[in-house]
């Protein structure tokens, strides 16, 4: 794991135990995923994150919309995977960002409890994911 990594997942951490973020903090993630996390901060403002939890089991995915606003929506899993073509170009093929601004979103939203929270049963959450 690269120091990038390390000092984001501090500050992850923090934002997480505290369901807050400080100007600090903002400060920090955005020096380290620049235009990225300015995106995701409007995406999350914009109320376009969706946590869709299975029941019984409470597993999640979250389904992040992308800035065109509702044309596409993309199923993220928030520290290791996105279905948007930049997940695939910037952060796999290029390793020229650490993660999508789709990642970015749902990360923060799920740390600040910010997510829209949809209840599927199990089996429909595995149609979602095997969709992908």
Not at 17 to 31: A, D, G, K, M, Y
């Amino acid at each position: 794991m690269t120091a990038s990594h390390l000092v984001a997942e501090s500050v992850w951490k923090t934002i997480e135990s505290t369901h807050s973020v400080n100007e600090e903090q903002l400060s920090i993630l955005h020096f380290l995923f620049g235009k990225n996390f300015e995106r995701a901060t409007r995406i999350v403002d914009q109320r376009g994150v969706k946590k869709i939890s299975g029941e019984p089991s409470g597993r999640f995915i979250f389904q992040v919309v992308g800035e065109s606003r509702r044309k596409d929506e993309y199923i993220c899993f928030a520290e290791h995977y996105c279905a948007c073509y930049s997940f695939f170009y910037d952060v796999i093929n290029r390793a020229e960002q650490l993660c999508c601004k789709h990642q970015l979103a749902a990360r923060l939203a799920g740390s600040l409890g910010a997510c829209i929270e949809v209840k599927v049963s199990d089996e429909q959450l595995a149609v979602l994911l095997s969709e992908l």
